[in-house]
Every structure is written in structure tokens, then in C-alpha cells.
């Protein structure tokens, strides 16, 4: 059981747009900042946001992170074929005293 | 560019020791920390703990302390992820991690297939 919940699949159709949700606790979510990768199959998670909204080079403007309370979101804006993959969310987790992970949402490209 | 090179695949018997290594570049190595992350087959990201090679100040997750042993030597840039008597629930996807101290991964090895 993963500490942060996500919805195990969604799915879309090119151009569209999808969210990725993932909620936590306060210890985790509501104190600090997340994080999300993507993972396509036989390949090593990739860094996709940082710090709730933060995008590091490379990565497409239509990947979007919020975050509110204890929960947060991934926003994925004119979906592309290519975007079929495994999406992790993680934050760091205060009473833990260790980063944690969402179990991941398979997004299937229609 | 950041880098994280982890050595190849490996296949163990149970009761085997091992050792798999991760070598950073493009960045200071010895002022990150290097985190592992397993990932068994079809399963999510679990985090086994973390090393600070600037001193070799190590965090285990209850998960996996007395289960691996990490180490660092920064002369060569490299962290290592160490068994001393491996089991077939040792199987799985071995990933390090660049890491804050209080943040979770950013910058991912390629991954170590390890099968026991």
C-alpha cells in the first residue's frame, strides 16, 4: 500500500486533456512541495515537475503541477500518443523522514 | 548534464553476495546525496534509503535496514547498493537517485536488473 493515493489508470484520446490526482496527509502533501515523474515501460522514471510547478528542461509546457491541502494533480494539456505511460507522484513525508511515492496511474493514449 | 551510469544486470543464486554500483557526473558528486529506489516487478517506486558521499552519512529506511548496505567513495564518483546473502524476494529493478536532503529523487541511473 503506497502512502500516497493515486488512481491505479485513466486514459484519453489525442489533444485532449487529462489530470492525474494524488492525496496524501498533512505530514507529507501539506508540508511540502511535490514532485512527479513519468516512467514509460522498460525505462527509468523521468523527472516531469518539481517543487509543485516546476518543469526542467526539456520537458513540454502542457505538463502542469498544483497542489492544494493535501492533494495535487498532474495536468497533462494536448495529449500526445507519445505521453502513454506511468505516472508517479512523490513528496517528502515529515514524519517519515523519507520521500514517498504515489503507486503510480497507467495512462493509456487512446 | 547530470549523469548516473549503474552497472549492468546481474543473476545470483540465494545465499550469493552482491554489489552494484552507480557513478555520477556532471555535477559535484560528493555534495548530493545518492538515493535507491527498488522497484520489483509490475510494482510501484519504493525508496531503501540514502548516502551522502561527501562524508558517507547514510539514512536506511526501516524497510531495508539490516537488509543492504550502501556505501560511496568519492574519489571515483561512485555509490554502491551491497547484499551479503541475497534471496529470491531480492528480485527486482534497482534505480540510485540524485536527491535533496529533504526532497524526494530528481535526477534517475538508467536501473540494475538484479535476479536471484
Known amino acids: 500500500q503506497s502512502v500516497l493515493t493515486q488512481p491505479p489508470s485513466t486514459s484519453g484520446t489525442p489533444g485532449q486533456r487529462v489530470t492525474i490526482s494524488c492525496s496524501g496527509r498533512?505530514?507529507?502533501?501539506?508540508?511540502?512541495?511535490m514532485t512527479w515523474y513519468q516512467q514509460v515501460p522498460g525505462g527509468a522514471p523521468k523527472l516531469l515537475i518539481s517543487?509543485?510547478?516546476q518543469r526542467p528542461s526539456g520537458v513540454p509546457a502542457r505538463f502542469s503541477g498544483s497542489q492544494s491541502g493535501t492533494s495535487a494533480s498532474l495536468t497533462i494539456r494536448g495529449l500526445q500518443s507519445e505521453d502513454d505511460a506511468t505516472y508517479y507522484c512523490?513528496?517528502?513525508?515529515?514524519?517519515?523522514?523519507?520521500?514517498?511515492f504515489g503507486g503510480g496511474t497507467k495512462l493509456t493514449v487512446l | 548534464e547530470v549523469q548516473l551510469v549503474q552497472s549492468g544486470a546481474e543473476v545470483k543464486k540465494p545465499g550469493e553476495s552482491l554489489k552494484i554500483s552507480c557513478k555520477g557526473s556532471?555535477?559535484?558528486?560528493?555534495?548530493?546525496?545518492i538515493g535507491w529506489v527498488r522497484q520489483m516487478p509490475g510494482k510501484d517506486l519504493e525508496w531503501m534509503g540514502m548516502?551522502?558521499?561527501?562524508?558517507?552519512?547514510?539514512r536506511y529506511s526501516p524497510s531495508f535496514q539490516g537488509q543492504v548496505t550502501m556505501s560511496a567513495d568519492k574519489s571515483i564518483n561512485t555509490a554502491y547498493l551491497q547484499w551479503t546473502s541475497l534471496k529470491a524476494s531480492d528480485s527486482a529493478m534497482y534505480y540510485c537517485?540524485?536527491?535533496?536532503?529533504?526532497?524526494?529523487?530528481?535526477?534517475w541511473g538508467q536501473g540494475t536488473l538484479v535476479s536471484v
Open positions: 537517485a540524485r536527491q535533496g536532503q529533504w526532497e524526494p529523487p530528481s535526477d
Open positions: 556532471g555535477y559535484n558528486f560528493a555534495g548530493y546525496w
Open positions: 548516502i551522502y558521499p561527501g562524508d558517507s552519512d547514510t
Open positions: 498533512s505530514s507529507n502533501i501539506g508540508s511540502n512541495t
Open positions: 517543487r509543485n510547478s
Open positions: 512523490a513528496t517528502w513525508d515529515d514524519s517519515l523522514n523519507a520521500p514517498v
